[in-house]
C-alpha cells in the first residue's frame, strides 16, 4: 500500500493550498516549477513554503481529509497549522470517523 500525506503550502501572499501527495517533496517542487505539473492556483504565487504536512494512508481517504480541509476557513488551516495535528488527531479535528490506513 502507498502512503498519501495531506499538505499545507503557504504562497508569498499568505494564503493555504491544501493538496494530497505521495512524495510531498517532489510535489512541492512541481509547485514551484514552471513546467506545467504544478496546481494552476499556485502559479506566480511564489516563493512557496510548506506550512504542514502529515501522512493519512491511503489514497482515498487523502482525498476525503482534502476535500473537508478546503471547506474550512482560514483561521480554521492556520490552527491546524498551528498546532500540527498527527494524523489521526486530524481526523477527529475534521470530524472523520474512519481509522488511518496503515
Not at 493519512?56 to 498551528?82: F, H, M, N, P, S
Request: glycine share 8%; proline share 2%.
Amino acid at each position: 500500500m502507498q502512503d498519501w500525506h495531506v499538505y499545507f503550502v503557504r504562497t508569498r501572499y499568505g494564503s493555504l493550498y491544501t493538496g494530497i501527495a505521495m512524495d510531498v517533496a517532489r510535489r512541492l517542487a512541481e509547485h514551484e516549477q514552471a513546467n506545467g505539473r504544478g496546481a494552476k492556483y499556485l502559479r506566480s504565487k511564489g516563493p512557496l513554503e510548506l506550512a504542514y504536512q502529515t501522512k493519512i494512508g491511503d489514497r482515498a481517504l487523502a482525498l476525503k481529509v482534502e476535500r473537508c480541509i478546503k471547506k474550512l476557513k482560514k483561521d480554521q488551516k492556520e490552527r491546524i497549522v498551528t498546532t500540527v495535528p498527527a494524523g489521526e488527531e486530524l481526523l477527529k479535528i475534521l470530524g472523520i470517523s474512519e481509522a488511518l490506513s496503515t
